[in-house]
């Protein structure tokens, strides 16, 4: 185990020679996601960075994740999930 790891720095270990395989496919499934909840995925995150896991922020991640879930794209996304096609947001 690597020590990054163990101290929650990296959530995956991949061998050097499986990097390249490894990073295209998580960079294929975040493109699989509409650009809006990945733009708010990237502001959730760096405004809850470094900070306290609280109450507070915690009401505050659920509302966020419920009005991007809740928007044009995000039903989108969950009828295109249900009915098991693409997304139009993303074609």
């Given at each position: 185990m690597n020590k990054a790891?163990?101290?929650g720095l990296?959530?995956?270990?991949v061998e050097p020679k499986e990097?390249?395989?490894h990073v295209a496919n998580i960079v294929t499934n975040l493109l699989r996601n509409g650009p809006n909840a990945i733009a708010e995925a990237?502001?959730?995150?760096?405004d809850i960075a470094g900070r306290e896991i609280d109450a507070a922020m915690i009401a505050?991640?659920?509302?966020r994740i419920a009005q991007t879930r809740?928007?044009?794209e995000g039903r989108e996304g969950l009828s295109a999930v249900?009915?098991?096609r693409k997304p139009n947001c993303i074609q």
């Open positions: 790891h163990v101290l990296v959530s995956e270990l990097l390249q395989a990237k502001r959730l995150v760096l505050d991640t659920s509302e809740g928007s044009d249900l009915e098991k």
